[in-house]
């Protein structure tokens, strides 16, 4: 791959990185949830593992948004945090597919082996979701950092395609795996997809360290100790604290927005596999299942409406921006210059191109509509007409909040004038640049564009901060929706999962003639998406 290319493979090269936590978060959404029901957790115990998601991501983006702002490490300020995160994650993904085993090896009582069994798997899975945010974290702000105004959208359109890495995930989750690879990989689906996870997450994740071309952060060593070059924890989370204090106002739109989606996207994202495998189990499943083991089969199952909703994703992550009208303030267009023969029919149909405010407001009424039916599924395959119905929505809020907010930001950045810091290419052959000083004082710092990469390109430092900001009204109302679901399932299914721990005894396991608990956390999550659209409404119009 050309390190220096430019225009759209300057905008892939940024994003690829998008693609590798999508083999973790693909992995969690499609097996982990029937995982931990299978071990025999309740449905309510389950959902408050859950909160390791939000929990994560309340914690570690913001944190490392701001740690990697100020790295001076010789490899850039995002990739670092990146490798190291993603070798967690993919380590702690294999533990996870082969806990029972490991954890056989120092307990020999099966009792005591079941309980250490959960113990240790829910542990991986706060590692897992820790890890995989810091990963997370710097692939956004990678894009928000190397690329200008104009090309916000775009790249954030690109960073936003996870829906490509869910594709190979879902896809490869429906697959009957020990029938076409044998024992080579793991006895069972899930420990097979755990090491192809693994696998994918490592390359994603090489190809996109090796693809971008960071800046590196030079700071003068005359300029103070470590203790004022690394921000201690309580200066980090103050800082934190401060900017959200004082967001700038569309900002603010921008993150409540983000909120409320986030409140309705939560149940649909972690319980949706076990949800259709339930639909399945419950109205169309023969009496005398065909396998044994319930938890490939409701991963399969689950894995293709998830598939087709991925797919529906992918094909409006890439159309999409090329239709939409750009949020840019630089006058430049989404669509493509028309060869002379079209561009009469071109530039009529502009008149009629939605702007991206106005398809973000459309994606949050759409999620509302179709988990406002949810309730009433009853087959698998209207379940499967409401997932894949949502890849709609799901495209559109990948990449809207982070095109605005990076837009804001970049705004933000081009309008200071205070004191920058000073960065080179990783690649340059050329000496540092020395920092000139008078009288021992060292002088302010400014931010060097390298004559080969755009001039234009977002020089915004706060990008890891403003991005971390935004992911923690990400997480606040996923802890809002793992309550709400842990209440609502101890409400309606308190017990055990009859389809998956089919070894508890019958007086465990909860009733199954009322109505499906899953559905109703996902008609909450509908009242939610609908009040998001109703502030996307009104971040329009906000000035």
């Given amino acids: 791959m050309d390190r220096n290319t430019g225009g759209q493979g ?160 879902y896809g490869v989750s429906a697959l009957d795996l020990p029938r076409i690879f044998g024992k080579t990989l793991g006895d069972t689906q899930f420990k097979q997809l755990c090491v192809i996870s693994a696998t994918g997450l490592l390359f994603a994740v090489g190809v996109t360290c090796y693809s971008v071309q960071e800046r590196v952060l030079l700071l003068n060593t005359r300029s103070g100790s470590d203790e004022k070059r690394h921000a201690g924890l309580v200066k980090v989370f103050s800082q934190i604290l401060r900017t959200i204090w004082h967001l700038p106002k569309r900002i603010r739109g921008i993150c409540w927005v983000f909120f409320w989606t986030w409140f309705g996207w939560f149940p649909f994202l972690f319980y949706n596999t076990t949800w259709v495998g339930e639909i399945y189990f419950r109205y169309e499943a023969p009496k005398d299942p065909k396998t044994g083991d319930a938890l490939g089969d409701i991963g399969r199952i689950g894995s293709l409406p998830l598939f087709i909703f991925s797919f ?77 119905i949502c890849g709609i929505p799901w495209s559109v809020g990948a990449w809207a909040p982070f095109t605005f907010l990076g837009v804001e930001i970049t705004k933000m950045g081009s309008s200071q004038e205070g004191a920058r810091r000073l960065y080179r290419r990783l690649d340059s052959d050329e000496d540092e640049q020395q920092l000139d000083s008078r009288d021992g004082e060292t002088v302010a710092l400014h931010l060097h564009h390298p004559a080969d990469l755009e001039s234009s390109g977002s020089t915004s430092e706060l990008a890891g901060i403003y991005l971390g900001i935004l992911n923690v009204f990400a997480t606040l109302p996923q802890f809002l929706a793992t309550f709400t679901s842990s209440i609502v399932f101890a409400i309606l299914e308190p017990g055990k999962s009859p389809e998956l721990a089919r070894g508890a005894p019958p007086d465990e396991h909860h009733p199954t003639n009322g109505p499906n608990a899953i559905s109703i956390c996902l008609f909450i999550g509908a009242l939610a998406a609908i009040l998001a659209g109703f502030l996307t409404i009104r971040l329009k119009h906000m000035q």
Avoid at 319 to 328: A, R, Y
Avoid at 359 to 369: D, E, R, S
């Fill in 312 to 388: 529906v994703s992918f094909v409006c992550s890439v159309t999409l921006p090329w239709l939409v009208q750009s949020p840019s303030q630089t006058g430049r267009a989404t669509v493509r210059r028309p060869r002379p023969r079209i561009a009469p029919l071109v530039k009529k149909l502009r008149r009629y191109q939605p702007d991206l405010m106005t398809m973000w407001v459309l994606g949050n009424f759409i999620f509302g509509a179709a988990m406002l039916l949810a309730p009433l599924v009853k087959s698998v395959r209207f379940a499967i007409c409401i997932v894949s």
């Fill in 10 to 169: 300057l905008v892939r090269g940024r994003s690829y990185g998008a693609l590798d936590f999508q083999f973790t978060w693909g992995l969690e959404m499609t097996y982990c949830t029937p995982y931990l029901l299978q071990l025999g957790l309740s449905k309510s115990g389950m959902s408050l593992v859950w909160i390791a998601g939000p929990l994560s991501g309340l914690v570690m983006q913001p944190l490392v948004g701001v740690l990697s702002d100020s790295s001076t490490n010789k490899m850039g300020r995002r990739r670092p945090f990146m490798l190291l995160g993603s070798v967690i994650v993919g380590l702690c993904v294999l533990v996870l597919g082969w806990t029972s085993e490991i954890v056989g090896i120092f307990v020999s009582d099966p009792a005591t082996r079941k309980r250490w069994t959960i113990v240790v798997a829910v542990m991986t899975i706060y590692v897992v979701d820790f890890a995989v945010n810091a990963v997370q974290a710097n692939c956004r702000s990678l894009i928000v950092d190397t690329l200008p105004e104009h090309k916000q959208q775009l790249g954030s359109a690109w960073g936003g395609m996870v829906s490509a890495g869910q594709i190979f995930v």
